[in-house]
């Protein structure tokens, strides 16, 4: 509680008292009620009323005041402010006197013509035609590109033991190595037998015997489609779409992970080695994680995943990851995260159209420690080491290890919450959503540009990225695009460009607004009392 | 029969009206003067407030607390009107009869007052307008805040944030309007 009030408080209080003793004699006010009831009885009501309720902005309000103006019913200073505004403006003047200067029609004494209604005309009827078919054209040709997919063939075997079978339009025929097969054409292996294809896109898939297999594409996403048997699936990264091994009962969704598809008359299994996987069937969708197995019916049963892989020339590989994964997992889940967020600092500040909020908590120190657990047991275990090697996780730029040491060290200058918002004029005007944080500890903006430094130094890219404060922000182009990040004492905000962010921080100066008053402010207000 | 029936119901309109008015139009009259600063101002916001009570379908037996919504009316209108002369300043011809017979205080001290008024009149002008109408229901209207927030269909805790916020904006520039740099 503040035992003193400001100085500013007290300028404030004397103004607001200023205002409020401010005040005309009580017959100064008997004077104006009858004023006003006279006006109010008389019937000049609708004319004058349209003076208070209805201010003169521009152009527009005077053009609509015309016809009032013309039939004479304005009080004379009214009147005068119309006559002097016609008498300066050539537009307005114009349109008084119906020459439709703007395109605008004349209004007012003289009787409005009905307005003509749009004809086609062979012209027209023409371009129109045109336009449809151009139209449907396009829409065609886009759809035969995306459906059909990258052309060139769709798998390669890399090795056989026994036989292997090529069913096509054309019959079927007996693979060897090296071999291409195209969209539409099926592999079947034989009994006793087993093999390693490559799909083009970088996935391996091992095949137990008697299973069989196509791989189709579009644009996006592959499709192996599995008819029968079991196969182990190596599924490469992406960028983008998603790989999807479609069974009879069940299509499995991934994207880069190692797990095992079994599919027979009475019905799938799906298991996880490495990853995560989304399983659809029967009208549900599982989530999968490493170790875990399910069943597309009882009839099929659950069995232990080693078992389930038994069949793979790579089981003690595939196995000793899945155990190296399983450790892991658990010691993961020992990670205490970031307990439940009951207020946000940042919604209060949030603009009334704002449309978009996501509230992430602050993990950097789980992370953290998520990467020290990881990389201890990688450290400890050579099955991790080939896969970690493998992947070439570790030679990219920057390495895992040095982006989340970059994210930890960013986060303990921030608060408990980072919120990615957008708003409903941003969202018009093309700007892209913003991503905001509350600043604990000040030097955040100086560690910000020591690494911006040392990136340019080691001859990295920065990707266009600017750290700016409150002062440089007004130096930039409202046009500026790249990744802005503003750091003010007690706030930062990263955007895709200047304007967005000049706005936004107009926003934070202001102060509070009216979005915590709103249905979805209320909502989001809603969610954080219960605990987020 | 029912042209007689007609002019019945428009006296008894009136009647009714004129009750109103009566009871009330000193309370709208005043609201909307301390926002305006200007009688004639004043005048025309408080019509316009009785004008849509009578003209719309808003019969006053059916509004629960008839004064709230009246002053709600009149410092809505009262601000829209402010509001739409933007920067420019009015100087309201009374206000010149006033300095003249204000002999109580000095010349000097008359203008100071007079430009302090103005200036949070043209600050209640450029604030959002939701913030200016708590504000103007709290500070020159003497309404609480569980009212304000009943009046305007909302919480107390954003009526009291929305002031907070309001108040240390206005602080903010009250101040360098002091120092000159407004």
């Known amino acids: ?532 | 029969m029912a042209a007689a029936i007609e002019p019945i119901m428009v006296t008894r309109a009136v009647t009714q009206l004129e009750e109103v008015f009566r009871a009330h139009q000193v309370c709208v009259l005043k609201a909307a003067y301390r926002v305006t600063g200007s009688m004639a101002d004043a005048e025309d916001v408080s019509q316009s407030v009785f004008l849509r009570l009578a003209g719309e379908a808003i019969s006053p037996n059916r509004i629960s607390n008839l004064q709230s919504y009246l002053r709600k009316s009149a410092v809505n209108a009262a601000l829209d009107l402010i509001r739409s002369r933007g920067h420019r300043e009015v100087v309201p011809i009374e206000s010149a009869d006033e300095l003249q017979s204000n002999s109580n205080l000095s010349p000097e001290r008359v203008v100071s007052s007079l430009e302090i008024q103005n200036w949070l009149r043209r600050e209640l002008a450029t604030l959002n307008p939701r913030a200016a109408e708590m504000f103007a229901l709290r500070y020159l209207e003497g309404l609480d805040n569980p009212e304000i927030a009943q009046m305007m269909n909302t919480s107390q805790a954003v009526v009291a944030v929305t002031l907070h916020r309001t108040r240390a904006r206005l602080k903010k520039h009250l101040c360098a309007f002091r120092k000159g740099a407004l």
């Open chain 1, 1 to 532: 509680m503040k035992l003193f009030r400001s100085k500013q408080d007290t300028y404030l209080d004397q103004a607001i008292s200023e205002l409020r003793g401010e005040k005309p004699d009580a017959e100064a006010f008997a004077a104006s009620s009858e004023r006003v009831w006279k006006r109010l009885q008389t019937g000049e009501g609708e004319a004058v009323a349209t003076s208070s309720a209805q201010p003169i902005r521009g152009c527009a309000d005077i053009r609509s005041l015309l016809p009032a103006f013309n039939r004479q019913e304005f009080p004379p200073a009214r009147a005068l402010i119309v006559k002097n505004h016609l008498r300066e403006c050539v537009s307005c003047r114009s349109y008084a006197y119906g020459r439709g200067v703007d395109g605008a029609t004349s209004v007012a004494w003289r009787m409005e013509q009905g307005a003509r209604g749009f004809q086609w005309s062979l012209v027209r009827l023409t371009f129109a035609a045109a336009t449809v078919a151009l139209l449907v054209a396009a829409v065609w040709a886009g759809r035969n590109w995306y459906v059909a997919g990258p052309p060139g063939s769709r798998a390669r075997i890399d090795s056989i033991e026994g036989q292997a079978y090529r069913i096509g339009p054309t019959g079927e025929r007996a693979l060897k190595e090296a071999d291409e097969i195209g969209e539409g054409e099926f592999i079947r292996t034989g009994a006793n037998s087993h093999a390693r294809v490559r799909v083009f896109e970088g996935s391996q898939v091992e095949m137990n015997q008697r299973a069989e297999l196509a791989v189709s594409a579009s644009r996006r996403d592959t499709t192996i489609h599995l008819d029968q048997g079991s196969i182990i699936v190596q599924a490469a990264k992406r960028h983008t779409g998603h790989l999807y091994v479609r069974a009879p009962d069940c299509t499995v969704a991934v994207t880069g992970t190692v797990f095992s598809v079994n599919s027979g008359t009475k019905g799938s299994r799906v298991a996880v080695i490495e990853g995560e996987v989304h399983v659809k069937h029967a009208g549900s969708e599982s989530i999968l994680h490493s170790g875990d197995l399910v069943a597309t019916t009882q009839s099929v049963g659950v069995v232990p995943i080693r078992e389930e892989i038994g069949w793979s020339r790579d089981l003690d590989h595939e196995v000793a990851l899945l155990a190296q994964f399983s450790k892991l997992r658990a010691k993961l889940e020992e990670i205490q995260t970031p307990g439940p967020r009951y207020e946000s600092k940042i919604l209060p500040l949030l603009p009334a159209d704002t449309v978009l909020y996501i509230g992430i908590p602050n993990l950097g120190d789980a992370l953290q420690r998520a990467n020290r657990i990881f990389q201890q047991q990688v450290a400890q275990s050579t099955v991790l080491q080939d896969w970690w090697n493998k992947g070439g996780k570790s030679n990219q730029h920057p390495t895992p290890q040095e982006l989340i040491d970059q994210i930890h060290a960013i986060s303990q200058y921030l608060g408990d919450e980072v919120v990615i918002t957008a708003w409903a004029s941003s969202v018009s005007d093309s700007h892209g959503p913003l991503l905001l944080a509350e600043v604990r500890q000040p030097g955040l903006k100086d560690y910000l540009q020591q690494h911006l430094a040392d990136t340019l130094r080691s001859g990295r890219s920065t990707g266009n990225l600017r750290v700016v404060d409150p002062k440089s922000l007004s130096s930039l182009a409202a046009e500026e695009r790249g990744m802005i990040m503003l750091v003010t004492p007690k706030t930062l905000v990263v955007g895709g460009d200047a304007a967005s962010v000049r706005q936004m921080s107009a926003q934070l100066d202001a102060g509070a607004t009216l979005f915590a008053g709103t249905d979805f402010g209320q909502r989001i207000a809603n969610v954080y009392s219960r605990g987020t």
